[in-house]
């Protein structure tokens, strides 16, 4: 359960032990001004259960948590603004800066966990069990924090950089200069040869995973010079066509916009070189064997002979929604032929 840096919250989220069917993560999310009486302008801690019901506790229920762990209630002003509720109350996020050992301005994980009576879990692992709004708002929150957590000094003239109150920019006011949260662009690709799709799999992907073909945008590239780049350098093939699909933030490793594509290669045009730098292997697989692997849920488990049979990414993934538009389209085509 150790985040990269061990001790922040871009990693971890809490899941509720209280009810063992019901996982629940947690963040901390300052509020703005709550209609009713329970008014708040301070911060929130935010409970999202997987049925995706919300739990708030209150400003002063955060300030009595960060008391009790000697923390001191100006940590709140490193919030960020994530979103807001459909009744309009702004949603922001905190990184508790959660540590392991007693050290000093870190709030301790386990005694956390016992306090709220839950347990820290992966991040990548909660967002693929929640829904697609809540998985959105931790995916927002995680990547805005770890944002302003690499960006606390000046790239001109080294000095520290403040954050707005909304965590929109950071600004030095020695050198004047604004800095504004990135995503960098990356394109994924879902190549077809009419009949088959073509899958790839990196080494650090879990065993028996295969997904699209994906890459950085590179700097005066169009999207379409990416796609072809990526696939050419990727594969070794030669795009015939490419239709854009979706798009989508992914927090991982850090913050990129993934953008979608389908593409096809000329009939006959289908030799693969694999760029074994790049990707561990890459194989064209049949309608009849990605649809049959599109049913399953998760890694399936191993074989007698040890081997993972093929899986594909989650639906959380765009990915996983290339590949299923893919499907339902050659599905859709061989029902009219
Ligand atoms: N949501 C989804 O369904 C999927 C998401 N992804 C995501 O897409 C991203 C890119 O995929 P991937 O195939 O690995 O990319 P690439 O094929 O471009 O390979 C990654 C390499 O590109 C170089 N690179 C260039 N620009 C950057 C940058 N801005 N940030 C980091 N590395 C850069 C690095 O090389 P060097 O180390 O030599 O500097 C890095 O090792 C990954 O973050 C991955 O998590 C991928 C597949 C599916
Ligand atoms: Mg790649």
Known sequence: MEGEKGNDLSKDTVSDKRQDSKPVILIAIPAGRRNGTRSCEGLIILHVILSSSLFCFVFLELERILAKFGQDAQKIEHSVLIGCSDQHEAWFALDLALGNSHSSGSLQKSEMESELQGAFIDLRKALFQLNEKDASL????????????????????????????????????????????????????????????????????????????????????????????????????????????????????????????????????????????????????????????????????????????????????????????WVQKQSSSSNLA
């Open 138 to 325: 931790i995916s927002t929150a995680q990547a805005l924090l770890r944002w302003h957590d690499c960006h606390q000094f000046c790239g001109k003239s080294g000095q520290p950089t403040q954050k707005n109150v909304a965590g929109s920019k950071r600004v030095c006011a020695s050198s004047k200069m604004i800095y504004y949260p990135q995503m960098s662009p990356v394109v994924i690709t879902l190549v077809s040869d009419g009949t088959r799709c073509l899958l790839a799999r990196q080494s650090s992907f879990p065993k028996g995973m295969y997904s699209a073909l994906s890459g950085f945008c590179d700097v005066g590239e169009t999207v379409e010079e990416s796609v072809r780049r990526e696939v050419a350098e990727e594969v070794g093939l030669e795009l015939d066509s490419l239709q854009y699909s979706a798009s989508q933030h992914w927090s991982f490793p850090n913050s990129s916009l993934m953008i979608a594509c389908h593409a096809a290669v000329r009939p006959g045009q289908t030799e693969i070189q694999v760029n074994l730098q790049e990707l561990e292997t890459a194989e064209w697989f049949s309608l009849e064997e990605v649809a049959a692997a599109l049913k399953k849920k998760g890694p399936p488990a191993s074989q007698q002979d040890g081997a993972i049979p093929f899986w594909l990414p989650p639906k959380m993934a765009i990915a996983h929604h290339l590949i299923q538009e």
